[in-house]
């Protein structure tokens, strides 16, 4: 079975630049979680999304946005990227919203 | 910023030692979660525990939900080379996950 993929792997962009970061759950989740790891750091919670809708965002300024789409699948998209913005990006899915979430590789953002 | 406090921060130990580490909060959370990353990977779900008082084992790893559902704890027994790696707790609450700083583990052969 597929785990959660999430594209592209890796990526550079120019301050001001915008990003899109994709994410397809395992098949069958319909929960899909975006969250943002600063070296050294744990994973910081941006968004939840359920049956395509948002169920929780955490404290994150409105330049992040995302959306689910009917097959579940994901983008989280950020406007104006920042210097600080640059993060390892995880994309987590789980059948439910209150069961454990299994995590892709993640994007690589870096910013320049 | 992190609202779990999980300790200690690394640990360096033999092969063959037992580890604990634990995470505490101001916060109650109704699901606790323990996760083990590698470099360039994203976090491997261990355990997960979904009522207060549990205590589930997963092989040489066991975990526990505190009484308050304010704290956790992971227990690795039997310490082997691969268990080296990040380990983070995660609470989650509503439609959210919290996840600690990680304690970084180190295995001497």
């Known amino acids: 079975d597929a785990g959660v993929t999430q594209s592209p792997t890796h990526l550079i962009k120019t301050r001001g630049q915008q990003v899109t970061l994709r994410c397809s759950p395992i098949s069958g989740h319909k929960s899909v979680s975006w969250y943002q790891q600063v070296l050294g750091q744990g994973p910081q919670f941006i968004f939840q999304y359920y049956e395509k809708e948002e169920r929780g965002r955490g404290n994150f300024p409105d330049r992040f946005s995302a959306r689910q789409f009917p097959n579940y699948s994901s983008e989280l998209n950020v406007n104006a990227l920042l210097l600080g913005d640059s993060a390892l990006y995880l994309c987590?899915?789980?059948?439910?919203?209150?069961?454990?979430?299994?995590f892709g590789s993640g994007t690589r953002l870096t910013v320049v | 910023g992190q609202q779990l406090n999980q300790s200690p921060q690394s640990m360096f130990i033999q092969e063959g030692e037992d580890v604990s580490m634990n995470c505490t909060s101001s916060?109650?959370?109704?699901?606790w979660l323990w996760y083990k990353q590698d470099p360039g990977e994203g976090p491997v779900l261990l355990i997960a525990?979904?009522?207060?008082?549990e205590l589930t084992s997963n092989g040489r790893l066991t975990a526990q939900f505190g009484i308050t559902r304010k704290d956790s704890f992971l227990n690795i027994s039997a310490s082997i080379p691969s268990d080296v790696g990040i380990y983070f707790c995660?609470?989650?609450?509503?439609?959210?996950?919290?996840f600690g700083a990680g304690t970084r583990l180190t295995v001497k052969p």
């Open positions: 916060s109650i959370f109704n699901t």
């Open positions: 987590a899915s789980s059948f439910g919203t209150k069961r454990g979430y299994t």
């Open positions: 525990l979904y009522k207060a008082g």
């Open positions: 995660a609470g989650s609450r509503d439609n959210d996950m919290r």
